[in-house]
């Protein structure tokens, strides 16, 4: 592949729900390109795309692939993302490499989901974009219903480019708007505008032409006085209105009949960005002062990685895009985001798993490497003398999370890193130890990317894992206030042991923690011994009265007491306030608590009465409904324990229509007739365990 200069590079991110078509429309696109000599099929696993075990037995996308192709005298980097919900952190990725974006809807499903949830991460990104409407051949199909509920659900200005001719089986082709000519079949062979469409076409075309001439002033004047505006000016108004959002440009096709997928290539090529036409900003660590990147080759090197896998063969694999600059094989580079040098070895350009060794990687292109060392997604790759770190990919909060333990004793050696490794691949991943129940917590998106994790965790890594639904987090706290002795004294040969305290426990607002005080007066228990007292209380508070969870939100008061001059020490005041806590929290009106979760659950309106009515059946609290184009947004509190699988559930209520995000809120008592379950199903997993 040669180079090419800037100006004439297209990184384009393939967006839209899972089961839209991108996979086989990217497949296409390489087709039509004459980078592949065959079209691959998902049914067959030989898709460029989707060349990953994972990919090839589900049937959809769990990666974002790098699929490069020559159109026009023009380098397009198509970036074929996953629709599926479990695998935002791949779009995330893809979009900080992107300088456009195509959004794929499907002409029969319509405007899902999933396609307005990459609508917004377009909009976080501030990214061009375009509408391919696929599936022309599929029963159900319809152009112009899919183009209304695109105006509906985005507030955007959504103007054709391309008319199908026909639709269902007896979809043939498309009509160019632009150059005013029919392309049917899947060759594109030029052809007359079938009759019947004439005056659609016509109208479609004054519309687009409209649109064009208010891109540019000039035009509009032309347009206005009834001069013909040429073929050239329209791509260049339809270019500069593209690019900066003043509307969106939709075409129509069959990507598994490759029907319109030549004029899709032609319309990235002519109206999305190039690199050269997006502003980047980046931040010299040392001065703090914000600098605008220019994608000029021969300018400081600034690259960022947007994605790392682990491959089995050459190690960790470094996807990265270049901002400005040049980057070269067999050379060093700083990595500014950890401060260290890294040794670049053998670059690549990179077409699905077949890698192309290059002797460099120009600005504004995308490239991978093997092997560095501390280098992660997001980071920012650069000279030593010219420091410069571009903004960190920001990721949503991981749905669905698993307790993890370690299948065999070798297991639990390799356990660490093995999911240090993981997370490096996947940064949507996140592994904490909870103190408070002891288990090792990997969460991530919903169910789908846990077994996804799961399982690289095994092949890459070797390392065998088993997951359980994590134990919830209770805690105890107490109602009312209640004082009570803690009397330890034991007598042995030798010296004994003795010490006497009245507590009292006073309960707290919720959230506020531990707090103990002293109000012995006189001597009763020396002081030395106080803080003796407050220890013991801390250790004894980590195991509740009710099911063994830790005791939150109290005040302890020492106020009385006694001690022995010889028996008396720090040991013997703390097994006293053991006994005292022991003594006093059950008279205190103890309680358990349970953390509450804050969703927000977004679905088309037809499933807004499946959704309340279970979250009625899982304890939650409605805090809110809204109607937004075409969808209903619902904000709840829910307790943990009822949607610990919730990312499952949603899927299969909504046909995997519905998202939600949750956060959470905070702790809450949980109802007496269900203190008794949770009780028995602690005991239960401790004694498995055991």
């Known amino acids: 592949m040669k180079e090419y200069k800037v100006q004439d590079l297209r990184n384009v991110a393939l967006l839209g729900h899972g089961s839209c078509g991108k996979t086989t429309l990217s497949e296409a696109m390489l087709y039509d390109a004459g980078a592949v000599t065959r079209m691959g099929r998902i049914e067959d696993h030989n898709t460029v795309s989707d060349y990953d075990e994972e990919e090839q037995e589900r049937g959809l996308s769990v990666n974002t692939s790098v699929l490069p192709a020559e159109w026009q005298n023009r380098k397009l980097n198509i970036l074929d993302v996953p629709g599926y919900m479990d695998f935002v952190g791949e779009v995330k990725n893809a979009l900080r490499a992107a300088d456009g974006g195509v959004l794929v809807v499907c002409a029969s499903s319509g405007v899902e989901v999933g396609a307005e949830l990459h609508w917004e991460f377009l909009d976080e990104a501030g990214i061009p974009r375009m509408v391919f409407v696929n599936k022309m051949d599929r029963d159900n199909a319809d152009y112009a219903r899919t183009v209304d509920q695109l105006r509906t659900k985005f507030e955007a200005t959504f103007v054709p480019i391309t008319l199908p001719i026909g639709a269902r089986d007896s979809f043939t082709g498309i009509v160019d708007l632009v150059t005013m000519k029919a392309y049917l079949g899947a060759e594109g062979k030029e052809g007359e505008i079938p009759a019947d469409m004439r005056d659609q076409v016509e109208a479609a075309r004054t519309e687009m032409m409209e649109y064009a001439a208010e891109a540019d002033d000039e035009l509009m004047m032309k347009y206005l006085e009834g001069e013909e505006l040429t073929t050239d000016e329209i791509y260049s108004a339809l270019r500069t209105g593209s690019i900066a959002g003043q509307f969106v440009l939709v075409l129509a096709g069959s990507a598994t009949k490759n029907i319109g997928v030549r004029r899709l290539l032609d319309a990235i090529a002519a109206y999305l960005p190039a690199p050269s036409d997006v502003e980047r900003t980046a931040t010299n660590p040392v001065t703090d002062d914000e600098v605008t990147l220019t994608p000029d080759p021969a300018a400081p090197a600034v690259a960022q990685v947007f994605k790392t896998l682990a491959d089995p063969f050459v190690g960790k694999l470094t996807y990265f895009r270049v901002f400005s600059g040049t980057i070269s094989s067999d050379s060093r580079i700083f990595n500014a985001t950890k401060n260290e040098e890294e040794r670049l070895g053998q670059l690549f350009l990179v077409r699905g798993k077949e890698q192309i060794p290059v002797d460099s990687i120009p600005a504004g292109d995308l490239g991978a490497t093997a092997k560095l060392g501390v280098t992660v997604t997001s980071d920012t790759l650069c000279d030593r ?175 009385d007491g006694s001690y022995h001059p010889v028996d008396s020490s720090e040991m013997a005041f703390k097994l006293a306030a053991h006994l005292g806590f022991r003594n006093g929290i059950p008279q205190a009106g103890p309680v358990l608590l349970e953390p509450i979760m804050e969703i927000v659950v977004t679905v088309p309106e037809e499933f807004m009465g499946d959704i309340l009515g279970d979250l009625n059946t899982r304890r939650g609290r409605v805090l809110g409904m809204e109607q937004s184009r075409g969808n209903g947004v619902v904000t709840a509190q829910v307790p943990l324990a009822e949607i610990q699988r919730y990312a499952t559930d949603l899927r299969s209520m909504t046909q995997g229509r519905g998202i939600y995000r949750m956060s959470f809120s905070h702790y809450d008592i949980v109802p007496a007739h269900i203190v008794d379950k949770v009780v028995e199903e602690t005991k239960k997993r401790e004694a498995q365990r055991e």
């Open 385 to 559: 003398g010219n420091p410069f770190v571009l903004p960190p990919i920001t990721y949503p909060e991981p749905l669905f999370s698993v307790a993890v333990f370690p299948k065999t004793k070798a297991d639990l050696d390799k356990l660490g890193n093995g999911l240090s490794r993981l997370i490096e691949e996947d940064p949507t991943l996140r592994v904490e130890r909870n103190t408070e129940t002891n288990e090792t917590i990997l969460s991530g998106m919903g169910e789908s990317h846990i077994q996804i994790a799961a399982r690289r965790l095994a092949q890459k890594f070797g390392v065998e894992i088993v997951t359980e639904v994590p134990t919830i987090p209770y805690r105890e706290t107490i109602t009312k206030v209640a004082q009570a002795q803690g009397r330890h004294k034991k007598q042995t040969g030798g010296r004994g042991q003795f010490g006497d305290v009245w507590l009292r426990f006073e309960p707290l607002e919720r959230g506020a923690g531990f707090e103990f005080a002293s109000e012995i007066f006189g001597g009763a228990v020396p002081k030395n011994y106080v803080p003796a007292v407050e220890k013991g209380i801390r250790e004894i508070a980590e195991q509740g009265v009710i099911a063994g969870f830790p005791t939150v939100d109290f005040r302890c008061v020492i106020y």
